[in-house]
């Protein structure tokens, strides 16, 4: 069964360090979606991203962050300078389109650890 | 979207059937019902939908009251591998750039 990948598993970096985040999409997915999930809260919404712009992005989704298709098949978020408050599970999720009641399918995450 | 309301946490013993509630009252005409599930800080896993009638599929059934005010989402023979939280997620047809609104859900725990 298809699935969306991502990678790293984990990754540690210092304040004011630039990450990379990585995914994988499933391959004939065209919407794909970044949240987020701090240490015992919700899972937060950053953004979405359609036909290689972003559709929609939260409050949280501001200039420190963003987000490129590169190739046909990753899909990546970057944190251009962390911060403590960005330490958190980053999860990516796709999902088939947009006319129907299309499902999102997460990959495993990311957890990102600011020190 | 419509808010959804939910126990936040309930047991069931494995084996049997885990009935799981949620209200959404204010829900639109052109919202779906979403459920999703985590366990233990993987991603999020989708489960089943439905709009207006009951839905079932290799994991569990959706039943939507007639007034499509509340759903009720069933795990037939709950194992141990079921224990997670589980989200009721209202959402409108057609809305592939939005992103799902997750609220704190219902922490299942299935004992053994």
């Known amino acids: 069964e298809p699935e969306v990948t991502q990678t790293p598993s984990h990754q540690v970096t210092q304040m004011g360090q630039e990450v990379i985040l990585r995914c994988v999409p499933i391959?004939?997915?065209?919407?794909f979606y970044w949240y987020r999930q701090i240490l015992g809260q919700k899972v937060e919404f950053l953004v979405s991203?359609?036909?290689?712009?972003?559709?929609?992005k939260s409050e949280i989704f501001d200039d420190q962050f963003s987000v490129e298709r590169p190739d046909g098949s990753n899909f990546t978020l970057k944190i251009r300078s962390t911060k403590l408050e960005d330490s958190a599970m980053y999860f990516c999720?796709?999902?088939?389109?947009?006319?129907?009641?299309?499902?999102?399918?997460f990959g495993p995450g990311t957890r990102l650890t600011v020190t | 979207d419509a808010k959804t309301t939910q126990p936040p946490s309930m047991d069931c013993a494995e084996g049997r059937a885990a009935n799981l509630p949620c209200n959404h009252s204010?829900?639109?005409?052109?919202?779906?019902v979403y459920w999703y599930r985590q366990i233990h800080s993987q991603g999020p896993q989708y489960i089943i939908h439905?709009?207006?009638n009951n839905e079932t599929n290799e994991m569990a059934s959706l039943i939507i009251t007639e007034d499509r005010k509340s759903s009720t989402l069933i795990l037939p023979h709950a194992t141990l591998r079921d224990t997670a939280v589980y989200y009721c997620?209202?959402?409108?047809?057609?809305?592939?750039?939005?992103?799902?609104?997750f609220g704190k859900g219902t922490h299942l725990i299935i004992q053994p």
């Open positions: 999720a796709s999902s088939l389109g947009q006319d129907g009641p299309y499902e999102q399918y």
């Open positions: 391959s004939n997915h065209l919407y």
């Open positions: 991203f359609y036909n290689n712009e972003i559709s929609e």
């Open positions: 204010t829900i639109s005409g052109n919202e779906y």
């Open positions: 439905g709009l207006k």
């Open positions: 997620i209202v959402r409108v047809k057609g809305g592939g750039a939005d992103g799902l609104t």
